[in-house]
């Protein structure tokens, strides 16, 4: 069959393509490898000027809803008016869910969404052979998806990953939870929490880890042994779960107890200016740099030259916390040896003393007297980095976990495996 006669699962993501979530253009990409069709409906333009050279390899078609609401509101209400005229009865019914959300809430973005949905619909679903809708994340666009299954008769499906878990408001993932067709998570420790949310009610919750390209992270075998100056690496966004502050406190530690490091962070977000006036404040800024965000070759690049790899992750004040970030993979299948903290799922890949070393998290002199081991015992280091290895190659091969997903989908969609 042709791509056109094929049946084509919708994806509804935040945006499309983003520099943070490689996870999801990966994913794209190897279910068009195993011969789905895949139709991407993006709720914003990309907002870097570059994109990982993975995407140029995608062949999915990519629609973009109008992302605000007051400039085009009357595109907004043009669709939604055919909508209305064509099917009185579904649209007031998925009007009605979407004033329960709202009450619950107040917030405005409910009817963005629901308008969102509307234009999709109406405007970008005929003739495009979706028969499944499915979401990246269980925040705005799980809730687009919703509206847009009520509206148009389909199912809806969503994979949640970390803070669209933890900051939503509780009775709205439950209802979410309750409507979907099935959910997929990355962590166990994720599958868990919505487990006890929906308490017994709802879709299937499948946990499917993200992975990494293994080609793509990978270094010459054998151990390069640390030596002063060490080089200390952090790829995150600037933001409180990363926990950023403890990061440069326990450098400042190290440098304060004798030892000659550099620290570089590759990465941006709301918090920059905070960062880096932190940063000041410690007066670090001849030992630390930062990058901002770096293409995939830079980011190998610095992997290859660093001696550890750190991260402060911790719950932030709104709940918000990370799943297993992919960087802690991308670091151990490149052999630079972790430090992080216990939390959230990270202990699902990060052994402590096995496969990296795991410490409280907000605590810098335990996060800095890891680092310091790692820098400086070779025999644990060498031990660490290839069992880090050996762990990411067995049991993190993106390709191993979209089979399971692409399994998943068959078995839930059946229309997807159609002749």
Wanted: proline content about 5%.
């Amino acid at each position: 069959m042709t791509g056109r006669e094929r049946p084509v699962l919708g994806m509804v993501l935040k945006g499309y393509p983003r520099i943070s979530e490689t996870f999801i253009s990966n994913e794209i990409l190897l279910l068009e490898q195993l011969g789905f069709t895949v139709h991407i409906f993006s709720m914003r333009l990309p907002r870097e000027n570059f994109s990982h050279h993975s995407i140029r390899k995608i062949r999915a078609r990519a629609d973009y809803l109008p992302e605000s609401l007051l400039i085009p509101l009357p595109r907004f209400l043009y669709h939604n008016l055919l909508l209305v005229r064509r099917n009185p009865r579904i649209y007031l019914k998925t009007l009605k869910t979407a004033l329960r959300r709202f009450r619950r809430t107040r917030r405005p973005a409910t009817f963005k969404h629901f308008l969102q949905a509307g234009y999709l619909v109406q405007r970008l679903l005929p003739g495009s052979g979706v028969c499944h809708l499915h979401a990246h994340f269980a925040h705005s666009p799980a809730s687009v998806a919703l509206f847009s299954a009520q509206l148009s008769g389909l199912d809806f499906s969503f994979t949640a990953h970390a803070k669209d878990i933890y900051t939503s408001d509780p009775a709205q993932l439950r209802e979410k939870l309750a409507l979907a067709k099935f959910v997929v998570t990355c962590t166990e420790y994720n599958r868990q929490h919505l487990k006890n949310l929906a308490d017994g009610d709802g879709a299937p919750i499948y946990r499917v880890y993200h992975g990494i390209d293994i080609g793509l992270f990978s270094r010459p075998s054998g151990v390069r042994l640390s030596a002063a100056p060490y080089r200390l690496l952090t790829v995150a966004r600037m933001t409180a779960k990363k926990g950023l502050k403890t990061v440069y406190r326990s450098v400042r530690w190290l440098c304060d107890n004798g030892y000659d490091v550099r620290h570089t962070l590759i990465g941006d977000g709301e918090e920059r200016k905070k960062t880096l006036a932190f940063i000041d404040s410690l007066a670090l800024t001849g030992v630390a740099r930062w990058c901002g965000t770096q293409p995939h070759e830079v980011v190998l690049d610095h992997y290859r030259q660093a001696d550890v790899f750190v991260l402060g992750c911790e719950v932030a004040a709104n709940g918000d916390r990370d799943g297993i970030p992919n960087v802690l993979l991308e670091s151990m299948a490149m052999g630079v040896p972790v430090v992080a903290t216990s939390i959230s799922a990270i202990p699902e890949l990060v052994q402590d003393g096995e496969t990296g070393l795991l410490v409280p998290p907000g605590d810098h002199e335990k996060l800095a007297r890891a680092m310091a081991r790692l820098l400086t015992e070779n025999r644990l280091r060498e031990e660490i980095i290839r069992k880090a290895r050996e762990r990411v190659w067995r049991y993190f091969d993106n390709r191993q976990h979209i089979r399971q997903l692409a399994d998943i989908y068959r078995s839930e969609i059946p229309a997807l495996t159609r002749k």
